[in-house]
């Protein structure tokens, strides 16, 4: 079985993010290219691959993994040389989940909202992710004292939350340009080779 993880991309998706983190990782990879504009996501052969019909996708000794979070923390995982998640032992091991998970299940969700000019709640205590305004109060308040969200030790964590706030931050999304703390993070990690190395896609 092939160690090489096949990765179905385009670059103009969230799979930009997992190409970041192949770079970081130093995993071997070939790159499968998707164009939306042909409908390749929705054709017989990617769906028979992944239901959902979306990137960014991966498939590495026979399994497929969707889901831009499961991916980046599958390739740290499954590449631990590179350093870029803490032993499941480690106390940071704690943080580490809960910031890949807030990403995913609050941050997303949220600016998604937001982007899309839905109304906020009423009841913000039913919505996991609570407010806008509360996930961008949280990553301001974890990223206080950086340089990255597990303190010193820039993680897999920081590829996927990081990618996010850029994103936000290229489509507009309020509250984060202008913001030190976020302009500095994001600084902090597009100087990185292998961000610089995938910074077209
Ligand atoms: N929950 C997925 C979302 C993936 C997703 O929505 N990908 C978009 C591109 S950024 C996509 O493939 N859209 C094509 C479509 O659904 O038609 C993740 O976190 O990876």
Same mark, same amino acid.
């Given at each position: 079985m092939t160690e090489e993880i096949v990765f179905y991309h385009n670059p103009r998706s969230r799979s930009q993010m997992v190409h970041w983190m192949l770079e970081e990782a130093g995993a071997p990879y070939r790159i499968v290219p998707i164009d939306f504009?042909?409908?390749?996501?929705?054709?017989?052969? &990617?769906l028979a691959i992944n239901p959902m019909g979306k990137l960014p996708t991966i498939v590495h000794r026979g399994v497929v993994v969707t889901e831009t979070a499961a991916i980046i923390a599958?390739?740290?995982?499954? &590449?631990?040389?590179?350093?870029?998640?803490?032993?499941?032992?480690?106390?940071?091991?704690? +943080?580490?989940?809960?910031?890949?998970? &807030?990403? +995913?299940?609050? &941050?997303?969700?949220?600016?998604?909202?937001?982007?899309?000019?839905?109304?906020?709640?009423?009841?913000? +205590?039913?919505?996991?992710w609570g407010s806008y305004d509360d996930v961008l109060a949280t990553l301001k308040k974890a990223l206080a004292d950086g340089p990255y969200l597990l303190g010193e030790t820039f993680s897999a964590a920081d590829v996927y939350v990081g990618s996010e706030i850029r994103f936000a931050m290229m489509f507009g999304a309020p509250g984060l340009k202008g913001e030190k703390v976020f302009d500095d993070y994001v600084a902090r990690l597009s100087a990185r080779p292998a961000a610089q190395r995938t910074a077209g896609g």
């Open positions: 504009e042909k409908g390749e996501h929705k054709a017989p052969a &990617f599958y390739i740290a995982d499954n &590449f631990p040389e590179a350093g870029l998640a803490p032993e499941p032992t480690d106390a940071g091991r704690g +943080a580490y989940y809960r910031w890949l998970f &807030f990403g +995913a299940g609050c &941050f997303e969700p949220a600016l998604i909202d937001k982007m899309m000019k839905r109304p906020e709640v009423e009841r913000k +205590a039913a919505v996991g």
